[in-house]
């Protein structure tokens, strides 16, 4: 019995932190566009978050063009910095500091 307890709460844990692992970052977003977009961009990121707001953004993300979106606002960007894996992130970012979130990133 007490083998079985163990053997329940760690899977427990392990799942814990596998969603919270999983789930996208604001702030992993925000490192993920000033290492790979904003040199190609010629923008910072709060520029680049104010183009659209909160709504806007997640209308984007829902239709799944993102990807395209990002493309089309930094021509010069390369296809490699806008994985698949990357937009969740940079979604979460551009979200959180759109033009009417009263929030100003630090990049």
Do not use: R
Not at 14 to 36: C, E, I, P, R, Y
Not at 40 to 64: D, F, L, V
Not at 66 to 84: H, N, T
């Amino acid at each position: 019995m007490n083998t079985l307890l163990k053997l329940a709460l760690s899977s427990a844990v392990v799942v814990g932190l596998s969603a919270t692992v999983a789930s996208a970052d604001v702030t992993k977003g925000q490192k993920l566009f000033s290492k790979k977009l904003k040199k190609a961009c010629k923008m910072s990121g709060a520029t680049m978050a104010a183009k659209h707001s909160q709504e806007e953004w997640e209308a984007i993300q829902e239709n799944g063009t993102l990807a395209d979106e990002i493309k089309k606002m930094c021509p010069g960007v390369k296809s490699k910095s806008v994985k698949e894996k990357y937009i969740p992130h940079y979604y979460d970012f551009f979200y959180e500091y759109a033009n009417d979130s009263g929030n100003v990133p630090s990049c």
